[in-house]
């Protein structure tokens, strides 16, 4: 890229997120979908960079994203990681690419490391899927779990409502995230739970906790790029802060384009060969 200057800092690992923490430097993360936007991404010093599978809700226009395939995510993580030299890169694992079974699960993480290059891999859920994250870790791949608000489990919740604000639930999630860290886990994100409790979890564990809707408590905090930059405007949950309104200025840029071809306008003389 022409115009961002790439900070000459060193590569991103699980262990340098980890020192973050013990030095209490607040780790930044965003998702990217593609080369272009992993490249300012990487430009701009963000530490982690996850390859989500929000993919289906903010490139592919789908409700939810549980339909998005290996294989798309494939695509997706292949394009990112070709774009950053120093962000860590984590790739989401699909709905279905690691409920089955821990043979599958590795087979497919194994997919997603060596055919993607992505660093680390994303898994949701808590003590139930323990003994897949052991058998992934155990292979050598870095895995960061992901509680709270778990998209994938949508059509299980019915809501996409703030999640473990009942006592019995945050325990739950306290529970969950202390047996993703015994099985070795680097990380945790910590989706929409309360402030409280992503302090609590936070200052319990010794890997960090990413934030997205759990307070400023937390070791660091991740958006979806789409959400931040106000391109996804279906719905703006409250925890979003929109640092741009990409979708009203892009939308404005193609009508000046449309009336501009209409008109005669554009291309210029100086346009033009
Ligand atoms: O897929 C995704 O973008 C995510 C974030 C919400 C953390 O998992």
Not at 137 to 159: E, N, R, Y
Not at 189 to 195: D, I, N, R
């Amino acid at each position: 890229m022409g115009e961002t200057k790439p900070r000459p800092s060193k590569k991103v690992t699980t262990k340098s997120l980890q020192r973050m923490k013990l030095r209490g430097q607040s780790i930044t993360a965003l998702t990217a979908y593609d080369h272009l936007m992993a490249e300012l991404l990487d430009a701009a010093g963000i530490d982690m960079i996850l390859v989500g599978d929000s993919a289906a809700m903010t490139v592919q226009g789908k409700h939810t994203t549980v339909t998005v395939t290996m294989e798309e995510m494939l695509y997706h993580a292949k394009i990112v990681t070709k774009g950053v030299d120093r962000a860590l890169v984590v790739g989401d694992m699909p709905f279905l690419s690691y409920q089955v079974n821990p043979d599958e699960a590795l087979r497919n993480a194994g997919r997603l490391v060596k055919e993607s290059h992505v660093e680390a891999v994303k898994l949701e859920g808590g003590i139930k899927i323990c003994p897949t994250v052991e058998r992934i870790v155990d292979a050598g791949i870095p895995v960061m779990g992901h509680l709270g608000l778990t998209p994938q489990s949508i059509h299980k919740f019915g809501t996409y409502q703030v999640r473990a604000t009942d006592p019995e639930e945050a325990d739950e999630v306290r529970r969950d995230a202390e047996a993703l860290q015994r099985v070795g886990v680097f990380g945790i994100v910590l989706e929409k739970v309360p402030a409280a409790l992503g302090t609590r979890i936070s200052k319990d564990l010794d890997v960090p906790v990413i934030g997205i809707g759990a307070g400023p408590g937390c070791d660091g905090q991740i958006l979806v790029t789409h959400d931040m930059l106000g391109l996804y405007t279906r719905f703006h949950p409250r925890f979003v802060r929109r640092y741009a309104e990409l979708a009203g200025q892009m939308r404005t840029a193609f009508e000046r384009y449309a009336a501009d071809v209409r008109s005669g306008d554009f291309p210029s003389e100086d346009e033009s060969y």
